[in-house]
């Protein structure tokens, strides 16, 4: 049975440790990283862009996959569906279809509006007993200038969000989505003042590339989630390619797809290992 991420989000910021999420993109990957967690007896978060809902067919199957893998495979961990970076539209149709969690991402609207949009799915999402993630600032992408002190989270801006009712918030605080150019540049002073103003757990995206030991500082300064999902592509590619260069006779999609299973399983194990506080 599907959860919502309110309560695992809490027991991690307090733990001081924090939960994966990984992205899906197919029904392989969102097995591949069920069993290993299931494996790893690890709660995951399985996020969805609104790209790939698209690409697998729509919110409603999205849910039904997830739901029939966690039935079917005997999955007793506890697992959270996750609306990636969601419209305001979308975060309405996922919710509708099933989904236990999503995130309304506004951040490049003015402030009030928002504010005012991240209320509107707060409310809706209560009386399902769905968990919002909000998004203040612009989290960037790598070909992107960082160096803009604009695009960072305030912190003044921060409290304001928590009074929507969100339960957990994405600052933009130097992390990129994608394939870093040079050097992560995290603001971890302005992430703690932000964890003590607010109280909520922090999530930080943009989590493939970042490294190791900022991983572990970011979650000393109240980062509860971390988003994965370049690492993934990156590692669940090589094991395709290497097939294909080494097999040119090699034709059904189950050998094909499923090349890329041990290299994938390999990131979901490391990071769960990484955000462990043991």
Known sequence: MLINAKQMMIDAKDGHYAIPHFNINNLEWTRY????????????????????VKYMGGYVTVANIVRGLVQD?????????????GTYEGC??????GF???MYDGSRLPLDKNIANTKEVVNYAKDKNISVEAEIGAIGVAKENLDNEDIYTKVEDAVKMKETGIDFLAPALGSVHGIYKGEPKLDFTRMEEIKEATGLPLVL????????????????????KLNV??????????????????????????????AGKANLQQVVKDKVELLRNK
């Open 33 to 52: 990283i069920l069993e290993e967690c299931q494996e790893l007896d690890e709660p995951v978060i399985l996020g969805v862009s609104e790209g790939a």
């Open 73 to 85: 495979l005997d999955i007793t961990i506890p697992v959270v569906l996750h609306l990636d970076h």
């Open 92 to 97: 309405f149709k996922a919710i509708d279809a």
């Open 100 to 102: 236990t969690s999503v």
């Open 205 to 224: 995206h943009g989590g493939s590339g970042i490294p190791d030991d900022m991983i572990r500082h970011a979650i000393d300064c109240g980062v509860a």
């Open 229 to 258: 999902n370049t690492d993934l592509q990156i590692a669940w590619t090589k094991g395709v390619r290497e097939l294909l260069n080494l097999d040119e006779e090699v034709y059904d999609p189950r050998k094909v797809i499923g």
